[in-house]
């Protein structure tokens, strides 16, 4: 469409935009009229949602016009969490935020600042920037829990995370794991069923009979936190039968010869009573996915969260690299050879110093996380350890924190130690677009604005790996400030302002550099199309130190760790620790996604609290029915821990032995207060959130649960 068009019916002005509630950045249309955004819809035009827009995107207005947006910087004038405030204005935030970090920073050091920030918003790259800029370690509670593991072992192991990109046009077979797209991501949901329809089959590996995991023509139903030996189990029979690519492996792969004596390790007989998958289904679907080609994997955040994460999803990467389905149609394609975006430059990872990589907390236990040996644009402090750190002092005291865009008392493992920390800081600024739980026991709080309230130049390999979209701003909400004006401000009262831009238009001109054109331009012509191709690697090889497929991993090696992938059981099972597990006998997997919500946001849009009104805990009826539950009935679950509560949603759709509780729900319903932060995977420090043990009790009807 038009990037700006005239709708006589309606009698607005349309606009071609980009929602940026989730990470998925669907095209939209926002229709304003007399100055006021009146309709949000899908774009039409687009390649990649082709007009469809999700609940979330369709009920942006209510985010926009909210009658509890923040509309101006506040300061706390009570005691912390007391809810006292006093508007103030922007200098004098400023002002405020630059002194006090001085200040931390004179009596503890450089490292008694840091920064944290939540899931990707567009800004999120140019926060990065921001913090290495400044010289602080950043971090984010879905970093080493979501898309860092992924995104690693595909870097680690392919040179790039193809897995991220399944090219679903002309793909025989979809291989969905640890991932309902209809919750996720509906733009890759509605193409995979296109690809359904067209006769392409279906594999699924997910504990919960999830509305993909019921479109599969096999559904495997693996024990929580499993997936690394299932994975490995399907490789062994592939390798076993022989029925991989030989040429390709022959041509491209390295360190074969020694994964096929580790695979051996995982016979399908031996994973079966690992993973709960039977022997058969096993088989199945590795015979499925490796004969019937091309195939694709669609993989997200289940497999981030388990005992071994690096593993995990390097075995992922493994099994589309060994069946020939990397780089092809059909397949898991590498992002397209392009004028790409500045992406590499835009972080200013060329800022940091060795020092600033050894000194981050969490860096020589967690190297691919906080140390030099991270693969990704921007390396995070592990969150255990800094909690650790504020609360101890060791090994050094972080006592001032800026938080951009993150409920921070919600989205961390371990609620109770967070807010422990939290509260003993000396100051804590936080920006965001509401009084959030994290923000009511701010100093300082910031208003920024919605998707609506920003421009921006965006790519999202995880939807649109061919193409750059255009985000504009369409309206402005009190004296709310973009993200990116937020961060330009304070970089230059701080000083280093050279660092960053003057302004949001001048960054955007900055990312759009390499493709010829500038922002204003984007404007008009609403998107950079790139044309697909394939097998990139025949020409340079992959991008890694073999230029081949890296799956014997000699850089591991060198740091103590594994250089093959290897199962590792949970800390925290009925394996494991069958002492605890007679206590606590459930096991508890917890991050599903509910299609409404974004993280811990949205719950304060009536019309979608509407449609998922309350927290719902997936118990199978047979558990329910020796527990004395109904459905709907009220419930406490509990951990070692702490407890919370939820009501029962009873489906058969979920192993006897299961319990599912959706994340980011706050108050008593918090899963966070339930979650163990300190026990994590190797090498990069992700949080087992998807296979620990509870308990659960029907809610006495006088309250006294």
Known sequence: MET??????????????ECFICNQGCDARVHVKDGKVVLIEGDPSSPVTKGTLCAKGLASKGILYHPDRLLYPMKRVGKRGEGKWERISWDEAYDTIVRNLTSVEKKHGPDGVLLATGTNRGWVGYFTRFANAYGKQCMGPGIAQCWFPRMTAGILALGSPALENPYYEGSKCLLVWGVNPTSTWPAKAVSMMEARSRGAKMIVVDPLLCETASK??????????TDAALALGMLHVIIEEEIYDKGFVDRWCFGFDEFKKRVKEYPPE???QITWVPEHLIRDAARLYALTKPASITECLAIDQNADTISTTRSLSILAAITGNIDVPGGNVISMPKKHLERKVESGLDYLTKEHHEKRLGSREYPFLAGEACVMPSPSAHNYTVWQAMLTGKPYPVRAVYCHG????????????????????????????FMTDTARIADIVLPCGSWMERGGVALHDQTSFNGIHLQQKLAQIGECRTD??????????????????????AYFDFLLKPSGITYEELKKKGRISIPDTFKKYETNGFNTPSRKVQIYDPRLEELGF?????????TESPVSNPGLAKEYPLIMTTGGRVPVFRHSELRNIPVLKEIVPELLVTINPETASRLGIGDNDSIIIESPRGRMEARASLTEGIDPRVVQVPSHWPGKNNVNLLTDNKACAPMIGSAQLRCQLCRIRKKEEDGVG
């Open 270 to 272: 031996r994973v079966a």
């Open 562 to 570: 594994d250089p093959l992938p290897a199962y590792r059981e949970p």
């Open 484 to 505: 990116y004006t937020v961060l330009n401000e304070l970089a230059a009262r701080l000083g280093f302002g050279e660092r960053m831009f003057p302004s949001d238009d």
């Open 4 to 17: 700006v068009k005239h709708d006589t019916l309606r009698g607005t002005t349309a606009y071609k935009s």
């Open 216 to 225: 599969a023509d096999l559904w495997l139903q693996l024990r929580p936190g």
């Open 406 to 433: 993150n409920n921070m008392l919600v989205a961390y493992p371990n609620t109770p130690m967070v807010t422990e920390a939290l509260m003993s800081l000396d100051f804590f600024v936080v920006a965001d677009l």
